[in-house]
């Protein structure tokens, strides 16, 4: 293991390995945590990987404890890497005090605006320092692709968008899909990213599709009963428009009755997994 | 629904529903909250239940969301219910000092000292009192079995070994299966059931064995790295000399390199819900 990732725990988990690292982030300029799933097939020889990013206030581990995923990651020989939402330990005015802003909130932008941008560059730590990191210590073999809930599925699909090449398939669950027009994007981006409109555009899945297209197959589930769905929050109707107009296949299935919670994710999750499973053996 | 069982929330999981309740409980004197997995074919028909007791520091929550165990539930018909593992909302002296007794340890005994006897009744709860209020107010069919983790598959061993004819099956995961003899009993025991050990046996699954034998072939897993068993506190070697010299048939597979955790629990759930399934199912 590389000197920079500490293990933080180990468990056996479907004969592979659930595991926790800590390290320093250069990117972030803070010291932080993540979890890898590492299946029995690892023991034998680098295996492809999920990257999958989760929503707001969750950490490395609501994903690995609650999705369910395990079971057919290990039978797949998938690996899933799990890192957290956003920096950690700093302590920037304000950074604490709202559940869907600062820490557990970091959107997956690069910060351009002070005092943000000296540890807010959560797209520069998953796109490049975390696969470097993680890909020269552990067995991965650096096929890559990717999903997320909520953040984390705005998250995937800006990822997939702006650096297709490192993913070979992109997922989500009930993205937030087009934050420059809601809520909690507003919030955000206006911190992260300042007041000028325009620059929040490359940041925002529906506005990178229609500027620039997408060679990606998505796949995004959507539960109906969804309250921040109702609340405008989430917009899928957005990304339908955007991949419409930029002819871009995407896959989006309302589940009826499913609500935001990781009994949703459980639901669907052995379907994405699949799907990410042809393209990271092919 | 009966009156007395409040719903808290109902979530979409699998196609069928986890939904969560409130009620007054007369037995424990005190307001309670617990879960039900209603499967798919709920909708059609009462349908068999695994009940699932949790362990120390647990609720009703741990098991629904970190066992995985809605899919399979879904796809055999079974639904599971999730007690809570104390009286709540009671206040007495010491209740709430320690994780290993008091709230959130109730042990599934029933208390016969004061002052936990007047709430602290977890046994007749959970094979009285809910069993009669969920299967009147459920689509349940009232045919059983019963499993549970540590503490909670104590729970179960004792329920099935006491109230055989409740139950079509019991397992457990890394059962405290000999809790007069260990730490954590030694604790519960003597507050809730008073210093004279004799009046323990009735509530330790080997000495039940030993007594009175058993006409259940025993499901039991247990991880050979949960430091609970390095402890002392779980004493699966007394269960097998229990089970030997009772000639009671106990499978008892010692898992190797697992921990204590719900990863442990969820890499073996599927198996324990097919050996519950068949015989609630026939």
Request: hydrophobic share 35%; net charge negative.
């Amino acid at each position: 293991m590389s000197e920079s990732l500490r293990e933080l725990s180990a468990q056996r988990s479907f004969g592979g390995w659930h595991r926790r690292y800590g390290h320093r982030s250069g990117t972030l300029d803070c010291d932080m945590e993540l979890a890898v799933y590492l299946p029995p097939a690892a023991e034998h020889g680098p295996v492809p990987a999920l990257w999958w990013l989760s929503g707001l206030t969750c950490t490395d581990e609501n994903f690995m404890q609650k999705a369910g995923a395990h079971r057919l990651a290990a039978e797949l020989g998938l690996a899933i890497v799990c890192p957290d939402t956003s920096p950690r330990g700093t302590d920037l005015p304000g950074e604490h005090d709202s559940w869907d802003f600062g820490s557990g909130a970091g959107f997956y932008v690069n910060a351009s605006r002070e005092p943000w941008s000296a540890h807010y560059r959560m797209f520069d730590y998953v796109t490049r320092e975390l696969p470097s990191l993680l890909e020269a210590a552990l067995p991965l073999n650096g096929v890559r692709s990717i999903s997320g809930h909520s953040m984390g599925g705005h998250g995937a699909l800006i990822c997939a968008l702006k650096r297709p090449e490192l993913y070979r398939s992109v997922s989500a669950f009930a993205p937030i899909a087009n934050p420059s027009a809601c809520p909690w994007g507003d919030k955000a981006f206006s911190a992260y990213l300042g007041e000028d409109r325009e620059t929040w555009k490359a940041w925002d899945a529906c506005e990178l599709i229609r500027s620039q297209g997408c060679d990606f197959a998505l796949l995004v589930d959507q539960g109906d009963a969804d309250n921040f769905l109702h609340d405008g929050q989430l917009r899928p109707e957005a990304l339908e428009a955007a991949c419409e107009d930029a002819r871009v296949e995407l896959t989006l299935r309302r589940q009826p009755g499913y609500d935001h919670s990781y009994f949703f994710i459980a639901s669907f999750i052995d379907e994405h997994l699949r799907f990410h499973g042809r393209q990271l053996s092919r």
